[in-house]
């Protein structure tokens, strides 16, 4: 017998729905809570999920806890988000195993995977479901934020599967929000007399991440059109502060014990979620010393006011993404019809005054639990659909039947394939409707006498494809050498969930077929060796180099952007000077935040109409004609018509850019590496 | 009786032991152990009234969460029950010190965030009996901190132990483990389950006493009985 839910699988807790009737109820936990904590002990040989791992956080061993699994699933060693989650985390991560493709996570010395920790919460919660109402879910929807790129969301659904589960979908966070709140929009729009179409946003600020997302809803649908946030700003942000005044009232010899940081922990969140419905709180605790000798006594009092003034600068960068999310999407405050509060901490005062205070009080709504409405939305969301046959999607029940608006999920970011120039061809462009109908796109060799052909995939908006999110490789090993310009027919869709099928022929020769892109091994060789402990951070390889090619390339304009030119020589030369190994790496870091911050706008013009190859020969004979007069401007120490010109190419460039985005796409070139 | 009736008499006892506790805090005398110092303390012994005064605050506050939310149920703390018998001085000085005479019907703080897993219901008995073993929870967490207090105080000692003789006697300990949560309580006291629909008829029992509950998805605990 089918039996459905849905489980929103956070960052920090985790929380399970399923329909009781005709509405989403959340369903506690066998612990007695709405939420299962995200956290996995391992310990006498056995891992142990939920709310007794978090009550064993103060004082279990160190390295034998795991939180905050999500940051690590389906993502990459070299990724930037792995390395700043790694420093909110006290175990080890490694890299991935020879022959894997997941990162590991010791714990207590046993290697696991992100998505074996992430189907133990998962196998956790079934048994809860099981256990509370006598049967056992065999389907779910589970949720994961907008932001998640393919191999996340197939990392998920793995997880899942490794479960026991069924998974209909992988749905977003923000969709499930409102799919939430949609059940109670219909009724509410119809008698408040609300035009059909409307814009809304979900403010989502959770444990650990702040997403913000504006969906478009029309006629029963959801049409999700930007996202935007901070992956490091959250819930445990605003307990930090709480953390930080306690650990000040202690002498300074404990403030860095983390026995002692573990027992406030608990005691900064729970005064933080007081603070919502008190004016101020007196704590007095005593506590644990690590060594075991005479306990410390802590008494203070905290008011709102305080905590309000000190979360100030949290909620007011909070605020800035909202802005910039908006200013993305060219949108006004005033167009914005309703603001959906989501995730825990969405409920602090000071947050809801700002969201308030910014979209006007009446159209923000936080009537559900923020903690809880993603996973009703899911629960809704796993309604609607029907299990089909193993290997093939869900099936959507009909509207009427399923009692519910219809989601149309969308894509949040554009996919692309890189080109030979290092440039972004974009497959799927962002905002594409789910399940996309398969499409061919045509390619060629980029070199003579090629034997392979690799396909580098990604997700982002950047031009350059090794700035956005690394999906995955797919390395396709030729009997023979094919001549340069060999057609590459690549066919690529997405299903329902997002995650990417594709066929690759090459000259003619079906060479792969329905391939699943997060699950595609590369066929000439295994993955590279997990490089040795002392190895050099791989992102830092080419720091050196890309800054020499940005200097070399763009020479000829060089001397009329002093400051530019002095900033990134020395930095070359500190990276070329350098002694020792932990010199070097400081300066190649160095080097690659002044990388990560990106170019002056000429510069990057400059420079990328040197590297990039424009689709059409007219495009490619406009930018160059720029870069031509630019030369000339900047040797006859003219300026003015120097900036005119490359802000001319710039431009193009972008409008280039645009045309690839938007789907339009001459011969590339495939490259082998 | 029903659980929300037995919850109330259970509260009540819980706050007795609160103000026996507290009185033999207050008794207390004697040099403090030695003990890391917070800022601006002022030796061992300001450190023994800091740690006295301490532990009688979080009794005070405990025990005002409960008698809050007796009175947000309608369910008045009935103030003879805690002062009567041996000792009924110390303990009518704590309910003064604490005022639990004027507290207000309202949820504290602390049991917010039950009070909004209850909002959809007119009925506060289901809440009341969450919010009883919530606070259940949380005494077992307050012993555990009077013992650490004793440790640094053994004159404290003895309000520690007056408090975990106190749990038997709220009946939370003859459900061991530990109580520590609703899920805990419906699991712990069934004895024996009728498959259905969530919405499910318990048998509950405990020593005497047997019901017949329905468990309710929401906050999976008995919201309504009858004696077989």
Wanted: overall charge neutral; aromatic content about 4%.
């Amino acid at each position: 017998m089918t039996f459905k839910i849905g489980i929103d699988l956070g960052t920090t807790n985790s929380v399970v729905a399923y329909m009781k009737g005709k509405r989403p109820a959340v369903l506690r936990t066998l612990e007695g809570i709405d939420w299962t904590p995200s956290v996995i002990q391992y310990v006498g040989g056995k891992l142990v999920v939920g709310k007794r791992a978090r009550d064993n956080l103060a004082e279990a061993p160190q390295g034998t806890v795991a939180w905050s699994v999500k940051r690590f699933i389906g993502r990459m060693p070299n990724d930037d988000n792995v390395k700043r989650a790694k420093q909110l985390v006290s175990y080890t991560i490694e890299p991935p195993a020879p022959g894997g493709e997941e990162l590991v996570i010791r714990l207590a010395g046993k290697p696991f995977t992100p998505v074996e920790l992430s189907a133990e919460i998962l196998r956790h919660i079934v048994a809860g479901v099981e256990r509370s109402l006598r049967q056992r879910p065999t389907h779910a929807v589970i949720t994961v934020p907008a932001y998640f790129t393919e191999r996340q969301k197939a990392a998920t659904q793995k997880a899942g599967e490794l479960a026991g589960l069924g998974v209909l979908a992988i749905l977003d966070e923000p969709t499930a929000a409102a799919l939430a709140y949609g059940l109670d929009l219909d009724a509410s729009s119809e008698s408040a007399g609300e035009p059909a179409g409307r814009t809304v946003l979900v403010f989502d600020l959770g444990g650990g991440t702040f997403d913000v997302s504006v969906l478009m809803l029309s006629s029963g649908q959801s049409l999700q059109f930007r996202i935007g946030g901070d992956n490091f700003l959250g819930g445990d942000d605003f307990d930090n502060i709480v953390l930080a005044r306690l650990l000040a009232e202690l002498p300074v010899e404990v403030r860095r014990e983390p026995a002692v940081i573990a027992q406030l922990k608990t005691v900064a969140e729970d005064t933080k979620i007081a603070l919502s419905t008190a004016d101020s709180i007196a704590i007095d605790k005593f506590l644990r010393t690590p060594d075991g000798g005479a306990p410390l006594a802590l008494s203070t009092e905290i008011t709102r006011d305080w905590f309000q003034q000190a979360s100030r600068p949290l909620v007011e960068r909070a605020m800035q993404r909202v802005e910039d999310v908006l200013a993305e999407a060219k949108l006004g405050r005033d167009q914005i019809h309703r603001v959906l509060m989501v995730g825990g901490s969405s409920r602090l005062p000071a947050v809801v005054d700002a969201v308030s205070a910014l979209f006007g009080a009446g159209k923000v709504d936080a009537d559900l639990d923020g903690m809880l409405c993603v996973a009703l939305g899911a629960a809704v969301r796993a309604s609607q659909l029907e299990p089909a046959a193993p290997g093939k999607p869900a099936v959507e029940r009909e509207p009427a039947e399923a009692g519910g608006a219809v989601i149309v999920t969308v894509t949040p970011r554009p996919i692309g394939v890189e080109l030979h120039d290092g440039t972004l061809s974009v497959l799927i462009a962002e905002g594409t409707v789910l399940p996309t109908e398969p499409r061919l796109h045509t390619y060629s060799t980029a070199r003579a006498n090629q034997t392979e052909v690799r396909l580098r995939f990604y997700e982002g908006h950047q031009p350059l494809a090794r700035h956005n999110d690394h999906i995955n490789d797919v390395v396709i090993t030729l009997t023979k050498p094919v001549p340069k310009n060999t057609p590459v027919d690549i066919t690529f869709n997405l299903d329902r969930n997002g995650i990417a099928v594709l066929s690759v022929a090459i000259a003619d020769k079906l060479l792969l077929k329905d391939a699943r892109i997060d699950r595609v091994i590369p066929s000439d060789q295994l993955p590279p060796p997990a490089p040795p402990p002392d190895a050099p951070d791989p992102s830092l390889d080419d720091v050196q180099y890309r800054i020499s090619r940005i200097l070399d390339v763009c020479k000829p304009i060089l001397d009329h952007y002093p400051t530019f030119r002095d900033t990134w020589r020395t930095a070359l030369a500190a990276i070329e000077n350098a002694r020792d190994p932990a010199t070097k790496r400081s300066a190649l870091e160095a080097g690659k935040r002044m990388l990560d911050a990106g170019l002056p706008p000429h510069i990057w013009a400059y420079y990328n109409g040197h590297v990039m190859k424009a689709p059409s020969a007219e495009e490619q004979r406009a930018i160059e004609t720029h870069l031509k007069r630019a030369n000339e401007a900047a040797k006859a120490h003219d300026t003015p018509r120097m900036h005119s010109e490359l802000d001319q190419l710039n431009g193009e460039i972008q409008g280039v850019w645009d045309r690839r985005q938007s789907g339009t796409k001459g011969p590339g070139g495939i490259v082998e590496r | 009786m029903t659980l929300a009736e037995l919850a109330e008499l259970d509260w009540t006892r819980l706050i007795r032991g609160f103000a026996e506790a507290a009185t033999l805090a207050e008794a207390a005398a004697g040099p403090a152990q030695a003990m890391i110092e917070s800022p601006g303390s002022a030796g061992a012994r300001s450190n023994a009234d800091a740690l006295r005064s301490m532990v009688d605050r979080m009794l005070v506050r405990a025990a005002r969460d409960g008698a809050q939310v007796l009175a947000w149920a309608g369910k008045r703390l009935e103030l003879r029950r805690v002062t009567m018998g041996a000792g009924s001085r110390g303990r009518a000085r704590f309910v003064e010190r604490a005022e639990l005479a004027t507290v207000p019907a309202e949820v504290p703080a602390a049991l917010a965030q039950i009070h909004r897993a209850f909002a959809d219901d007119a009925d506060r008995a289901p809440a009341l009996v969450a919010m009883f073993l919530e606070m259940g929870r949380r005494a077992e967490a307050l012993v555990d901190q009077l013992e650490l207090a004793g440790q640094a105080t053994p004159a404290l000692a003895p309000a520690a132990r007056a408090l975990a003789r106190t749990l038997p006697r709220a009946r939370l300990m003859p459900f061991k483990p530990r109580v520590r949560s609703i899920a805990d309580f419906d699991r712990m006291r069934a004895t024996g389950y009728v498959d259905g629909e969530p919405g499910r008829v318990v048998q509950v029992a405990r020593a005497g006493l047997v019901w017949h509950g329905n468990v309710l998805r929401k906050a999976d605990v008995i919201v309504s009985e009858a004696s077989p």
